[in-house]
């Protein structure tokens, strides 16, 4: 009786559940898909659930053509999304749907890399706790591309030059992570460690929104310009001629930069203090010297309170003590994590205007000449082109300096 069963519930599944089953196996005879499926099905409630608790989320929702009508959550090994998944990391938005990384989200219950067949579905399935906080996190990535389809509603695809998209859908998701660190600041002090290249395959939906984040702290020209680098010229032949004077593409250019205006002073000093303080209680100087220790009237230039401003000088010089501290007790066999300090210490110090200490200028020589050398030899063997690019970047600032 089961073997007639499970062919028509295969049958069902396929024409219900599509495009659940578009990249799937056949129903494995242990039933373990459609176990999969419902696991799915309730964790897309749980991400749903997640945007609509946070107040930027809920106004996302309030912005689509059918307001409050999420998108489908798909899970999906993403790169079996042909000619889709070039730039996607995370999650896309593709069809309609916001497709999420299922190997990634399997991360979180230790069954990465498992068949269907391998994992215990119904476990998962009742590990709610688990799921709620798997969900939350997902739903970092799945905002940003709310973000998108929010856009795609409002104008035609030829209005929106991609830097632009994403200049929004950056901007939007940072300050919807924003938000849920400050509902529980433990979740950005578990994240305010720096991702490098020696721990590249720790990475989750919150270290990514936490990198995001943290890009704030290049201010509001360095964040414009590290988006432009990153988007324009992998995606310049995606956007075709540019006509500036289309009505529409005027827009939506005007909505960006009004939004950045609007938005930007505060959570720029809302990252700087409390991001740059969770990355000092952590010992990951690099990003608390970014955050920390601005460029001279950085912050007076945005108009924020005098009190504030002098709060996060007082946390910079804080940065900067410890820091140099960390420099002066040597690399402790982490070479990577030595030298990025040592960069962001060059680059807090020309920030300020100030000299290197004596002592750790004279680290440079040696820092420099191995760094070009550790930096290309990792690049070179690197097949990820992401991890690649931030090797090269480090091996030519050690090169041009």
Same mark, same amino acid.
């Given at each position: 009786?089961?073997?007639?069963?499970?062919?028509?519930?295969?049958?069902l599944?396929?024409?219900f559940?599509?495009?659940?089953?578009?990249?799937?196996?056949?129903?494995?005879?242990?039933?373990?898909?459609?176990?999969?499926?419902?696991?799915?099905?309730?964790?897309?409630?749980?991400?749903?659930?997640a945007?609509?608790?946070?107040?930027?989320?809920?106004?996302?929702?309030?912005?689509?053509?059918?307001?409050?009508?999420?998108?489908r959550?798909?899970?999906?090994?993403?790169?079996q999304?042909?000619?889709?998944?070039?730039?996607?990391?995370?999650?896309?938005?593709? &069809?309609?749907?916001?497709y999420?990384?299922?190997?990634?989200?399997?991360?979180?219950?230790?069954?990465?890399?498992r068949?269907?067949?391998e994992?215990?579905?119904?476990?998962?399935?009742?590990d709610?706790?688990?799921?709620?906080?798997?969900a939350?996190?997902?739903?970092?990535a799945?905002?940003?591309?709310?973000?998108h389809?929010?856009?795609?509603? &409002?104008?035609?695809?030829?209005?929106?030059?991609?830097?632009?998209?994403?200049?929004?859908?950056?901007?939007?998701?940072?300050?919807?992570?924003?938000?849920?660190?400050?509902?529980?600041?433990?979740?950005?002090?578990?994240?305010?460690?720096?991702?490098?290249?020696? &721990?590249?395959?720790?990475?989750?939906?919150?270290?990514?929104?936490?990198v995001?984040?943290?890009?704030?702290?290049?201010?509001?020209?360095g964040?414009?310009?590290?988006?432009?680098?990153?988007?324009?010229?992998?995606?310049a032949?995606?956007?075709?001629?540019?006509?500036?004077?289309?009505?529409?593409?005027?827009?939506?250019?005007?909505?960006?930069?009004?939004?950045?205006?609007?938005?930007?002073?505060?959570?720029?000093l809302?990252?700087?203090?409390?991001?740059?303080?969770?990355?000092?209680?952590a010992?990951?100087?690099?990003?608390a010297l970014?955050?920390?220790?601005?460029?001279?009237g950085?912050?007076?230039?945005?108009?924020?309170?005098?009190?504030?401003?002098?709060?996060?000088?007082?946390?910079?010089?804080?940065?900067?003590?410890?820091?140099?501290?960390?420099?002066?007790?040597?690399?402790?066999?982490?070479f990577?994590r030595?030298?990025?300090?040592?960069?962001?210490?060059?680059?807090?110090?020309?920030?300020?205007?100030?000299?290197?200490?004596?002592?750790?200028?004279?680290?440079?020589?040696?820092?420099?000449?191995?760094?070009?050398?550790?930096?290309a030899?990792?690049?070179?063997?690197?097949p990820?082109?992401?991890?690649?690019?931030?090797?090269?970047?480090?091996e030519?600032?050690?090169?041009?300096?």
């Amino acid at each position: 009786m089961k073997e007639r069963i499970l062919p028509i519930l295969a049958c069902l599944a396929a024409l219900f559940l599509t495009p659940r089953l578009a990249a799937e196996p056949a129903l494995a005879p242990d039933g373990s898909l459609m176990q999969s499926l419902r696991f799915e099905m309730e964790m897309e409630d749980l991400v749903r659930e997640a945007v609509l608790g946070n107040k930027e989320g809920a106004a996302l929702a309030a912005g689509l053509a059918k307001p409050g009508k999420l998108p489908r959550v798909l899970f999906s090994d993403l790169e079996q999304l042909r000619g889709v998944v070039k730039k996607a990391w995370n999650a896309l938005y593709y &069809n309609g749907d916001i497709y999420i990384s299922k190997s990634r989200m399997l991360r979180y219950f230790g069954a990465e890399g498992r068949q269907e067949e391998e994992v215990d579905w119904p476990k998962l399935r009742k590990d709610l706790k688990r799921k709620k906080a798997a969900a939350r996190e997902m739903a970092f990535a799945y905002v940003h591309e709310l973000v998108h389809v929010r856009q795609g509603q &409002n104008y035609p695809a030829e209005a929106m030059p991609e830097v632009e998209s994403e200049h929004e859908a950056f901007l939007l998701s940072s300050l919807y992570f924003l938000e849920e660190t400050e509902k529980d600041p433990s979740l950005l002090a578990r994240h305010a460690v720096e991702p490098v290249y020696g &721990n590249k395959k720790k990475t989750t939906f919150a270290s990514s929104a936490a990198v995001e984040l943290f890009l704030v702290c290049l201010g509001k020209k360095g964040y414009k310009d590290y988006l432009e680098n990153i988007y324009r010229g992998a995606i310049a032949a995606a956007d075709g001629p540019v006509d500036g004077d289309d009505p529409q593409r005027l827009a939506f250019t005007r909505s960006v930069d009004a939004l950045f205006e609007r938005a930007w002073p505060g959570l720029w000093l809302r990252t700087a203090v409390s991001g740059g303080g969770a990355a000092l209680a952590a010992g990951s100087y690099p990003r608390a010297l970014r955050c920390l220790v601005p460029p001279a009237g950085e912050g007076a230039s945005y108009g924020l309170p005098a009190e504030k401003l002098v709060e996060l000088s007082a946390l910079g010089e804080k940065a900067l003590a410890a820091a140099l501290a960390a420099l002066r007790a040597g690399e402790k066999g982490d070479f990577e994590r030595h030298s990025y300090l040592f960069r962001e210490m060059e680059e807090a110090h020309r920030r300020l205007g100030r000299q290197l200490p004596a002592d750790i200028a004279a680290l440079r020589p040696a820092v420099y000449a191995r760094a070009r050398i550790f930096y290309a030899q990792k690049a070179a063997a690197e097949p990820s082109a992401g991890w690649r690019g931030y090797l090269l970047n480090q091996e030519q600032y050690f090169t041009e300096r």
